[in-house]
């Protein structure tokens, strides 16, 4: 009974003692740990502690147990923070998972190897070696023959590459004009998946047999990329109707391709200094949230309806016909719209207007399209290539794919308008201002050096007899990357809108001048809102706005004039209102409060024990050496604690 009673008691005080090791070293180190390494903690605590008093032997254990317990302690803190150095918070769980980590770390290694084959299939395997580098005049057509080699390679890739040299190509502040001007030329067309296969994905999304939908549907597909391919069909109803379908498995090949384009930005950000001033891994971020959305097609339908819309709500129709979704047949990986007769404006030849009159007003329509979507709908068509313009047998155009859209809002939408009222009026005064409107600042900037550049800018492409091109855009985004100023992905997708729908126009009527149309745009724009009844639309507006406000305002003068006529105005000002600079200042006087701690003790500790005299504890042991090991442990504990935090603060 009694050996039972001191198993029971002695397993107690052993649960009691790895709680309190495990909480102190956690409390100790800030963390929040799970059990197991609770427990881990513990053991190696009291394992340090059994060691401790084994090397002390029996005479000094009884005065030497505090320090035993403080080095239970520190060992248990030391083993606590190495651990989570080695293996963070939540590490271990995954090793439960390794199984699957395995199978992605091979797949990701065959899809590595797949990509270096593909490169040097295309010739650039020297470049990424690093010797492909020349400087004279051999350089620049290095560049462009390089330029190529990387489009080829891309289109080789797949989908996720292909949309990113689509991306790349917006940027003219990050890449050389011939990469630029090869990347807006990147297409991807693959084999059709097997009807089999396309079938059992309509099925699955349609929720029934692709016969009780549709009356008719056309197994070979009108066109096939790495997304999706197009059938023709026709509903019950008699109406024809296009069909987009995802193909199956390109969510996993996109999630496994956005993985490697996430570590290769993460590696560029961190070891490159290009890849901080253009921030890799944000631009990567922002390109895999548009990608996802493009996976959606439910997005895609969305958007598409909300262009239509905007267009059906215009004061001035521009005439271009925009499809129509059939939403109660379209889901995540089926779309289903309107059938749009014609050819596309790549192909047309022929069949274009003979009349140049008729092909410039074919032209204007679409800029005013374009332009409508994004300065007054906010949602536009971000590539309109010509591949995705339509000419109908009626002699009208109209808009296809609508997977990849923009979205600018409406500040950003009254700083575009600003912005080509400057140019219209030539004054680099307002055109500065307006893009310092739209682009994105850290510091502070020079805007009188600005002001002159953006001068020279409009001396050089806006000026009577220059007609504007790509060039003009890449200058635009080389002089704002130039001054510190970064164009938010919106802008620049508007931009690479405008740019795409410049070689779509060069295909109606040559040399037709974008800018000019953009301008006169701008210009009806501003009449429009100077009318009388939209004017009174605007006041009706703003006093709605500023009625709750007007309402309050007798009151609060009131307050302060009752205020100012007894003393009793005052004014608050407060040092730290954010709690964030709280929580920084709050933790610098902690961790220096704690270093100075560390310090002081040590030093304490190092004196009592090298000091002689004192109470004697037994054979020759020192009450204050036994002080003095207490103090260096504690010591050793709170410096621990300081170099942990930073180094946790660091990571």
């Not at 219209?424 to 020079?446: K, T």
Request: glycine share 8%.
């Amino acid at each position: 009974m009694q050996l039972a009673l001191f198993l029971v008691l002695s397993f107690v005080v052993l649960l009691l003692t790895i709680a309190v090791l495990s909480a102190g070293a956690r409390r100790l180190l800030g963390l929040r740990i799970g059990r197991t390494r609770a427990l881990l903690t513990s053991l190696v605590g009291l394992g340090a502690a059994a060691v401790i008093g084994a090397a002390m032997g029996d005479s000094r254990r009884g005065a030497l147990i505090t320090v035993q317990l403080s080095c239970a302690v520190l060992v248990s803190t030391a083993f606590l923070a190495l651990s989570e150095v080695v293996l963070p918070s939540g590490s271990i769980s995954g090793v439960v998972r390794w199984p699957q980590a395995v199978r992605r770390r091979l797949a990701r290694g065959r899809r590595y190897t797949e990509l270096s084959r593909i490169a040097v299939r295309h010739g650039l395997g020297r470049w990424l070696r690093g010797r492909g580098r020349s400087a004279g005049p051999s350089a620049a057509s290095e560049r462009a023959a390089l330029a190529v080699s990387l489009r080829l390679a891309l289109e080789d890739a797949g989908a996720t590459f292909v949309k990113m040299g689509q991306l790349l190509s917006t940027r003219y502040d990050l890449l050389p004009p011939e990469f630029v001007e090869e990347l807006t030329r990147l297409q991807h067309q693959v084999a059709p998946e097997p009807w089999d296969e396309i079938q059992q994905v309509l099925a699955e999304e349609l929720g029934r047999p692709v016969s009780e939908v549709f009356a008719s549907f056309d197994r070979e597909p009108l066109a096939a990329g790495s997304i999706a391919q197009v059938h023709r069909a026709a509903l019950h109803s008699g109406e024809r109707v296009v069909v987009k379908v995802q193909r199956p498995g390109t969510r996993a090949t996109v999630q496994q391709d956005l993985d490697i384009l996430f570590r290769i930005s993460r590696k560029l950000e961190e070891h490159t200094e290009w890849g901080r001033s253009v921030g890799a891994l944000e631009l990567a971020d922002g390109f895999a949230r548009s990608l996802h959305e493009e996976l959606d097609f439910r997005v895609e339908a969305r958007n598409t309806a909300a262009v239509r819309a905007g267009a059906e709500r215009s004061d001035a129709p521009t005439g271009v016909l925009l499809p129509e979704v059939h939403e109660e047949h379209s889901s995540r990986r089926v779309l289903v719209l309107a059938w749009m007769d014609g050819v596309t404006l790549g192909s047309a030849g022929a069949a274009l207007p003979g009349d140049e009159a008729d092909r410039a007003a074919l032209a204007r329509q679409l800029v005013e399209c374009v332009l409508q979507q994004i300065m007054l709908g906010g949602v536009f068509h971000a590539d309109p290539h010509p591949g995705n313009i339509m000419l109908l047998p009626d002699g009208r155009l109209g808009l296809l794919d609508f997977g990849s859209v923009g979205r600018v809002d409406r500040m950003l939408r009254a700083s575009l308008r600003n912005l080509l009222l400057a140019i219209h009026r030539s004054d680099p005064v307002a055109l500065c201002d307006a893009l310092l409107e739209l682009v994105d600042r850290d510091e502070e900037i020079d805007e009188a050096r600005l002001e002159r550049a953006l001068g020279r800018f409009m001396a050089r492409h806006l000026t009577p007899g220059v007609r504007p091109d790509r060039e003009m855009f890449a200058d635009l985004f080389l002089l704002v990357a130039r001054h510190g100023l970064t164009c938010p992905p919106d802008i620049a997708a508007a931009f690479r809108a405008l740019a795409t729908l410049e070689g779509s126009t060069e295909l109606l009527v040559p040399g037709f001048d974008i800018v000019t149309q953009a301008k006169g745009f701008a210009r009806d724009q501003l009449r429009r809102r100077l009318t009388p009844k939209a004017l009174g639309e605007v006041l009706v507006e703003e006093a709605l706005s500023l009625a709750p406000m007007l309402r309050r305002m007798p009151r609060r003068l009131e307050r302060i004039t009752n205020a100012l006529e007894h003393g009793r105005l005052g004014v608050q000002v407060r040092l730290l209102a954010d709690e964030r600079d709280r929580r920084f200042v709050r933790t610098l006087v902690h961790e220096v409060l704690l270093t100075f701690l560390g310090g002081t003790l040590g030093l304490i500790g190092v004196l009592l024990v090298g000091t002689s005299g004192g109470p004697v504890l037994g054979h020759s042991l020192q009450l204050f050496q036994v002080l003095g090991y207490n103090l260096l442990v504690i010591s050793s504990v709170l410096v621990l604690r300081v170099v942990f935090s930073i180094f946790r603060a660091q990571r």
